[in-house]
């Protein structure tokens, strides 16, 4: 093996030192760009986490996101524009009961109803009465509604409803509150609406008014499905022999 002259080793050296920066710069780089990676994973997690709304938050536990509020009672009112013809959709339960399109229909709240105001309100005997729209108004409403939704049966026989109902807090003229809702089964034509939800949401008022369910609990059951508004509050779906609540208070005629 040929001796290395003291310039070669110099050289030599010189390349190994050169081989180890480099060697060492690669580590470095790959650790680096892993460590990014993983942070950018950690970062990417904490904005999916923190932007997460409040709807989905709720849905991912079980519950039913915020519900819109409207503008509340007006002292004069005036008719709302409604979803465009034909894109509004009903749903049907197992038992065949209609419920609204929730993008055209969500529901929305009256801000001038909350737990605190309860006794001035929707507690009030007459409450209703008092803030309700008048029937130029919603009639006008309920035949462009009934277009929305693509509904062509009689007039007389479906029901232009508040999906929260005014008893309940909903927003009296909000047209993301209102919809055409058709007849439920056992109809009879002609026989006018034959509307079992009315008699819920007499119970979930006089539950709320007597302690019994939250206000805002009641309003998001009564918005994601009036069929299983009671037994989603733990309230009883029968009522007991001479119960008051078992009598149906009409909102929405």
Do not use: F
């Not at 942070?39 to 999916?48: F, H, L, P, V």
Request: proline share 9%.
């Amino acid at each position: 093996m040929p001796i290395a002259t003291p310039r070669a080793a110099s050289v030599l050296a010189a390349v190994a030192l050169l081989a180890a920066a480099l060697t060492t710069g690669c580590s470095s780089d790959s650790g680096s760009k892993s460590s990014d990676t993983e942070n950018a994973k950690d970062t990417k997690g904490a904005k999916s986490s923190a932007s997460a709304s409040p709807s989905a938050s709720a849905a991912a536990a079980g519950g039913v996101g915020a519900i819109p509020v409207g503008p509340g009672p007006q002292g004069s009112y005036t008719v709302q524009k409604q979803p465009e013809p034909g894109i509004c959709h009903y749903q049907y339960t197992a038992a065949k009961e209609p419920l609204p399109d929730s993008n055209c229909t969500p529901g929305a709240t009256n801000p001038k109803v909350t737990q605190a105001t309860l006794k001035s309100t929707i507690c009030r005997s007459g409450y209703t009465k008092d803030i309700r729209p008048p029937v130029n108004i919603t009639s006008r409403e309920k035949t462009a509604n009934a277009a929305s939704y693509g509904y062509k049966g009689s007039m007389k026989d479906y029901e232009y409803d508040h999906l929260i109902s005014l008893q309940l807090g909903g927003d009296p003229n909000d047209p993301r509150n209102l919809w055409v809702e058709p007849p439920s089964p056992g109809h009879k034509e002609g026989a006018g609406p034959n509307n079992p939800k009315d008699v819920v949401e007499t119970k979930l008022k006089n539950a709320i008014c007597s302690g019994k369910a939250d206000l805002v609990k009641a309003q998001q059951a009564i918005a994601h499905d009036w069929t299983t508004a009671l037994k989603t509050l733990g309230l009883p779906e029968k009522a007991a022999k001479g119960d008051p609540t078992a009598v149906k208070d009409p909102d929405d005629e």
